[in-house]
C-alpha cells in the first residue's frame, strides 16, 4: 500500500509540473503575440508607409514626417492599447471573482457611467457650454483644456467608487448588496448626463459624445505613463494576493477558517479594480467588453489560479485591445473608427458563444 500510495504522489506531482509549464509557456506564447501584433499595429495606418519606410524610422533613419507618424503618433497608442487593455482585463478578473459574479465587469459599480458624466460636465458646462460660450464657436475652442474632461472623470469616477463602497460598508458588505448599489449608481449618473445634454448647445453636446467613444488616438507617452504606473501598481498588488483570491473561490466561510479577512480583501481589491478603469476610461474613453471577455477566456485556459489567471488576463486584454486598434485602422478609410466599437463587435458574439456554450458550467 505504501508503495502504491507514493507512485499516486509521484504521479501526481509530475501532473502539476507539466500543468505549470504548460502555463508558463502559455504566458510565453502570449507574450511573444503582444510583440507581434504591437508590431503590426505600429506598422499599420491609413498613410501607407511601407514595411521598409517603417523599420528605417524605427533605426532612426526615415524621414520626419515618417517619424512623426511613427514616434508621435502610433507608437502612444500602441503603448496605450497594451497597458489599457491589460489594465482593464485584469480589473474584469479580480471583480468577477470578489463578486462571484462571471457577468461582472471593470463597469459594474457605475464607473463609466461616472466618468461620461464628468467628461460631460467639463465639456459642455465649464469648457464648451452653456455657462462660458454659449454657441461661439472659436470660444469653444479656446476654452478647451485638452486635460480637463480627463479629469473631471477620473474624479467623478472616484467619487461614485467611494460612494458606493462606502454605503456598502454601512450595511452588509455582500456582492450581491455591491452589485445592486452599482447599478444604481450607474443609473443615476446616466441620468445626470441625459439631464446635463439636455441642456447643452449643439457644439457642446458633439464634443462630449465623441468624448465618449474609445479613442486610443488621443492617448499621449505622458497618459500612457501615468496608465502604466497605476496598471503595473495595481497588478502587482492583485498577483501578490493571488493565493487570497484562490481561498475566495471556495466561499467566504472557506476563505475566512484560512486567516483570509474577507471583507477587507473585497473592499480593497474593488477600489483598486475601479482605480485602474477610472484612470483608463478617463483618458481614452469607454471601451466595453474587454474585462468581461478576457477573463472568461482566460479561466477557460489556464483555470482559476489566479497566480497565472492574473499574468495571462493581462496580457490577454493587451493583445484583445491591439487587434481592435488595428482594426479599427484598418477599417477606417483614412480614419480610425473608436476602438471602443469594434472591442464590442468582436466581443458581443464570442461572449454569446461563451454562455450557451455546452461546456459552460455554471460558474466560470
Given at each position: 500500500m505504501k508503495t502504491i500510495r507514493a507512485e499516486d504522489i509521484s504521479i501526481e506531482k509530475k501532473q502539476l509540473r507539466s500543468q505549470?509549464?504548460?502555463?508558463?509557456?502559455?504566458?510565453?506564447?502570449l507574450t511573444v503575440s503582444v510583440a507581434v501584433l504591437g508590431l503590426v499595429c505600429l506598422f499599420t495606418g491609413s498613410s501607407r508607409m511601407s514595411l521598409t519606410e517603417c523599420v528605417s524610422v524605427l533605426l532612426g533613419q526615415g524621414t520626419d514626417a515618417g517619424i512623426r507618424i511613427i514616434w508621435h503618433i502610433r507608437m502612444p497608442r500602441v503603448l496605450a492599447a497594451v497597458i489599457?487593455?491589460?489594465?482593464?482585463?485584469?480589473?474584469?478578473?479580480?471583480?468577477?471573482?470578489?463578486?462571484?459574479?462571471?457577468m461582472a465587469s471593470p463597469s459594474t459599480l457605475g464607473v463609466s457611467n461616472a466618468a461620461v458624466f464628468g467628461a460631460n460636465l467639463s465639456i459642455i458646462a465649464f469648457a464648451g457650454g452653456f455657462l462660458t460660450t454659449g454657441h461661439n464657436?472659436?470660444?469653444?475652442?479656446?476654452?478647451?483644456?485638452?486635460y480637463a474632461a480627463s479629469l473631471m472623470a477620473f474624479l467623478f469616477s472616484v467619487v461614485s467608487i467611494l460612494m458606493i463602497l462606502g454605503m456598502c460598508r454601512t450595511r452588509f458588505f455582500t456582492p450581491g448588496v455591491v452589485i445592486l448599489s452599482g447599478i444604481a449608481m450607474g443609473s443615476v449618473w446616466t441620468a445626470a448626463t441625459t439631464i446635463l445634454q439636455f441642456y447643452a448647445t449643439d457644439v457642446g453636446i458633439s464634443a462630449a459624445v465623441i468624448w465618449n467613444f474609445g479613442d486610443l488616438g488621443r492617448a499621449t507617452y505622458k497618459t500612457d505613463l501615468i496608465m502604466l504606473a497605476v496598471v503595473w501598481m495595481s497588478t502587482?498588488?492583485?498577483?501578490?494576493?493571488?493565493?487570497?483570491?484562490?481561498?475566495l473561490l471556495s466561499g467566504d466561510a472557506s476563505a475566512r477558517s484560512m486567516g483570509v479577512d474577507v471583507d477587507r480583501l473585497r473592499f480593497v481589491s474593488l477600489l483598486t479594480a475601479s482605480l485602474v478603469t477610472a484612470v483608463c476610461v478617463s483618458f481614452l474613453g469607454i471601451i466595453g467588453f474587454v474585462g468581461i471577455i478576457c477573463p472568461h477566456v482566460t479561466k477557460k485556459i489556464?483555470?482559476?489560479?489566479?497566480?497565472?489567471?492574473?499574468?495571462?488576463?493581462?496580457?490577454?486584454?493587451?493583445?484583445?485591445?491591439?487587434?481592435?486598434?488595428?482594426?479599427?485602422?484598418?477599417?477606417?478609410?483614412?480614419?480610425?473608427?473608436?476602438?471602443?466599437?469594434?472591442?464590442?463587435?468582436?466581443?458581443?458574439p464570442f461572449f454569446i458563444t461563451i454562455i450557451f456554450s455546452k461546456k459552460e458550467g455554471t460558474r466560470c
Open positions: 505549470e509549464q504548460q502555463k508558463l509557456l502559455m504566458i510565453t506564447a489599457a487593455g491589460g489594465g482593464l482585463s485584469v480589473s474584469g478578473l479580480i471583480m468577477q471573482t470578489n463578486l462571484d459574479n462571471p464657436l472659436s470660444n469653444y475652442a479656446v476654452g478647451i483644456n485638452p502587482a498588488y492583485f498577483w501578490l494576493m493571488s493565493w487570497k483570491y484562490n481561498a489556464v483555470g482559476q489560479d489566479h497566480r497565472y489567471s492574473i499574468p495571462v488576463s493581462l496580457l490577454g486584454g493587451s493583445l484583445l485591445l491591439l487587434l481592435a486598434d488595428t482594426c479599427s485602422r484598418s477599417m477606417g478609410n483614412g480614419s480610425a473608427l473608436p476602438v471602443g466599437a469594434i472591442t464590442s463587435l468582436l466581443g458581443a
